[in-house]
């Protein structure tokens, strides 16, 4: 089955500085990568997603980069601010019909922020 | 507001007690599954449902089991609870289907589950 692995597992930045988590996945017929942002006492939240037929893509301050060759994707948070502080976890999917939403999670990311 | 509701938020049991953790979501979603979560292992899913009556095994289904007698509703039963099975468990929803590829994952704000 799919496998996916994700660094750091924590991540201390400065307020303002960018933040890069990076994860890789084992199945190559992986086709969607949607990334999840936990708050404390809270479930993940979808923050962006990508589709294997896209190389990047970009939400405000957030951006997701693919690299199928490779096969991994990183998520990319520009000018970071205290909020931004969470869990974040990335995901992958081979979107089977029948299955749906089958995603496998790498196993989270813990960002601080400190100001 | 459209959610995903759990309930309890938290929970403490002793070693065999059998429970049920509720999950219900007015989105009117198809797909609903259950999740828990471990340091450094992220989100393992343990069962999912496609529709009502309709519910399959995930990742790490022993010990489990779920039922779907209603679109709304996916109940979590721990028939004998065992200790390895303290985590914090997630139940999510989505608008995905048989026909549809993936679709957001809305997750509910998690039950903490300490089996003793």
């Known amino acids: 089955g799919e496998n996916v692995e994700q660094h750091p597992s924590t991540l201390s930045v400065q307020e303002g500085d960018s933040a890069v988590i990076k994860c890789t996945y084992s199945d190559s017929a992986s086709n969607y990568f949607p990334w999840y942002k936990q708050e404390l006492g809270k479930g993940p939240q979808l923050i962006i997603d990508i589709r294997s037929n896209v190389g990047e893509k970009k939400d405000q301050r957030i951006a997701v980069t693919l690299n199928k060759t490779a096969k991994h994707f990183s998520l990319h948070i520009t000018e970071t601010q205290p909020e931004d502080s969470a869990v974040y976890f990335c995901a992958a999917s081979i979107s089977p019909k029948a299955a749906g939403n089958k995603l496998t999670f790498g196993g989270g990311t813990r960002v601080l922020v400190k100001p | 507001e459209a959610q995903v509701t759990q309930n309890p938020r938290y929970l403490i049991t002793v070693t065999g007690k059998k429970l049920t953790v509720t999950c219900s979501q007015n989105m009117n979603h198809e797909y609903m599954s259950w999740y828990r979560q471990d340091p450094g292992l992220g989100l393992r899913q343990i069962y999912y449902s496609m529709n009502v009556e309709v519910t399959d095994k995930g990742d790490v289904p022993e010990g489990y089991k779920v039922s779907r007698k209603e679109k709304r509703n996916f109940p979590l039963i721990l028939e004998s609870p065992s200790p390895n099975q303290t985590s914090l468990y997630f139940c999510?929803?989505?608008?995905?289907?048989?026909?549809?590829?993936?679709?957001?994952?809305?997750f509910g704000n998690g039950t903490r589950l300490t089996v003793t």
């Open positions: 999510a929803s989505s608008s995905a289907t048989t026909s549809s590829y993936n679709s957001p994952l809305h």
